[in-house]
């Protein structure tokens, strides 16, 4: 690829790097889970939301494709061509026909097999910051668009907010509501959940109904989030999966009481679990909620968290 574009030319330049990108957690609001389609995925109906718990990666010039990483799953999680990170560099690579060659390090805070989908984060991180150092130059909807191939949740992420997601999670759209900060605790706790067993779980569970899973509307979730009073959305908060995160990991029922004793508005489990996020009425009683939590030892950690953020960003 070649640096040397003319003073006219408006094409976007290569950086000399680093280029550094952080990008947020997601919850689901809602998250309505319908039949398996014949392409193997549920059909959904969800409500996204970024909240401020980021991964962080840089990625610098190189000779070859490297990763490195600390933090949150450091020594567990696997740096090869499996780990999303390298999957979303390589697709990038290969829809701008440049060559893959980048250094990549993460900053991981996310948990691993959280439910808050920490692997489309990285993903969704990994195009930006390549975009960047490359000058590949694709629109945000473009990078969705390759991201949508690793992982459904990686368009939300690029895309960040409040935002309804339809197909199977890779189809987003804004959700216009009056800017509102809410206030959250995150629970996260110790080992994963992996999101086809909690599927799988809940096609078990549903298996035994005579009819079809309906498809539930989050119409009640975005007529609560038009409203400013945290027990308004605390009452509309909805979770499909909840019941087979449950039923795989009985013990999360101790932290939603825990959460409730604590005081917190409402409590649910993030996507596929394990981890559960509590709605507070604010900063104070966010600090407050996750001291209780943290204290009650039900869970790894409890940390305060506020939403909507932005999708990927270079910092
Ligand atoms: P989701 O709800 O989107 O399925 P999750 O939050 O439950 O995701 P993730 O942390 O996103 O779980 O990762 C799920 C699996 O993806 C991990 O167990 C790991 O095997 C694989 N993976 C590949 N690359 C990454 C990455 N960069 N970060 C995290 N997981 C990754």
Redo the contacts with the bound molecule.
């Keep these: 690829m070649t640096e040397a574009w003319g003073p006219d030319d408006d094409k976007p330049r290569p950086s000399a790097g680093p280029v550094k990108v952080r990008v947020p957690a997601k919850i689901n609001l809602h998250l309505g889970v319908g039949p398996v389609r014949p392409d193997g995925f549920h059909e959904l109906n969800t409500v996204y939301h970024a909240i401020s718990l980021f991964d962080e990666l840089t990625a610098r010039r190189g000779d070859t494709l490297a990763l490195t990483m600390e933090g949150e ?1 450091a020594g567990e ?2 740096l090869d061509e ?4 390298i999957r979303a560099a390589r697709a990038l690579a290969h829809a701008a026909r440049v060559p893959a060659h980048a250094r990549l390090h ?1 900053r ?1 805070s ?11 984060a ?2 969704a991180a990994t195009l930006l910051a390549c975009d960047l150092l490359w000058g590949t130059g694709f629109t945000k909807d473009e990078l969705a668009e390759i991201g949508a191939e690793l ?3 990686v368009p939300f992420l690029l895309h960040g907010g409040t935002a309804l997601g339809t197909g199977h999670g890779e189809v987003v759209n804004p959700v216009l509501a009056r800017p509102t900060t809410w206030h959250w605790v995150v629970a996260i706790a110790d080992g ?4 086809p067993a909690v599927y799988r779980e809940l096609d078990r569970l549903r298996g035994s109904a005579a009819s079809p899973p309906a498809l539930d509307s989050p119409d009640a979730l975005m007529a609560a989030l038009r409203q400013r009073r945290p027990e308004v959305l605390g009452a509309a908060l909805a979770n499909d999966l909840q019941a087979a995160a449950l039923s795989l990991r009985p013990a999360l029922a101790d932290v939603l009481k825990a959460g409730e004793q604590a005081g917190a508005v409402a409590g649910i489990v993030s ?2 679990g394990p981890t559960c996020v509590f709605l507070a009425t604010d900063g104070g009683h966010a600090q407050h909620v996750a001291a209780e939590l943290a204290a009650s030892g039900v869970c790894r950690a409890a940390v305060p968290a506020r939403g909507p953020m932005p999708g990927a960003r270079a910092t």
């Design positions: 799953g999680l696997a499996s780990n999303l990170i993460l991981k996310i948990p691993l097999a959280g439910g808050l989908a920490g692997g489309s990285d993903a992982g459904s949740d994963g959940l992996s999101t996507g596929s």
